[in-house]
């Protein structure tokens, strides 16, 4: 079974508020606001260029930050929570 | 637009790239535990609890729009227009929005205006009086 490629809508349909470690985001299509803790906010970003799967997540990630706990599960599980709130979806 | 507030000074050595609204902060990230959390969501007020839901209140039609018809497609139209029919004398309640759309028109309502006041309640979009209390009645519980 091939991995989930995850995908969210461009940076331009949230307004995004950064609120010391944790960013207050409206997503404009839903009109709904969520609160992220990191890596949330970062993964949203990475689909900011285009969809992916979690490997390709990691691969994008680990070209900006030092990830500490890069285990690919954890991405996964962050992103189904993305999913779950409506801020991302399976492509 | 709203995400571009104070970019902070790029930590040394990381790169900004493909980060369009997060630059690097300290240029380290914890992925965390599988198990831990990072998303929350907030529901309005209005959804937390069933009665305030009940209870707010959509004017039909908004009061910028007072005194105008409301068409059977739910379109606002002028006074008198043919198949368009009066305003309620009052608002409202969500609870009397719910029954309306599943059929039930609140006491002293005619009920053949029922349906032209519910396509009115669909067409509410964001920033139109009553919107919110419409979208909290479609709003999951939880």
């Known amino acids: ?91 | 637009m709203a995400q571009d507030y104070d970019k902070p000074a790029k930590a040394d050595g990381t790169e900004g790239e493909g980060s369009p609204s997060f630059p690097a902060r300290r240029g380290v990230l914890m992925l965390g535990a599988i198990a831990a959390s990072s998303v929350v969501t907030i529901r309005p007020a209005l959804a937390s609890t069933a009665a305030s839901v009940l209870n707010c209140r959509i004017p039909i039609p908004d009061p910028g729009h007072s005194g105008q018809y409301i068409g059977h497609d739910g379109k606002l139209v002028d006074p008198g227009t043919k198949g368009a029919v009066a305003p309620p004398s009052r608002p409202v309640t969500g609870e009397e929005a719910r029954n309306m759309i599943n059929g039930i028109s609140p006491p002293g309502f005619d009920p053949s205006s029922r349906s032209a006041y519910v396509n009115y309640i669909r067409r509410l979009q964001q920033g139109t009086s009553g919107f919110t209390c419409y979208a909290s009645l479609q709003m999951p519980r939880g």
């Open chain 1, 1 to 91: 079974m091939a991995p989930p490629v995850y995908a969210a809508d461009p940076p331009g349909a949230r307004a995004t508020i950064r609120l010391d470690d944790l960013v207050a985001v409206l997503h404009r299509p839903s009109g709904t606001t969520h609160l992220l803790a990191p890596p949330a906010p970062e993964l949203l970003d990475a689909l900011a260029s285009g969809p992916a799967s979690a490997e390709m997540l990691l691969g994008r990630l680990s070209q900006q930050y030092e990830l500490i706990g890069s285990e690919m599960d954890a991405i996964v599980a962050r992103m189904e929570e993305l999913v779950a709130a409506g801020l991302a979806w399976r492509a």
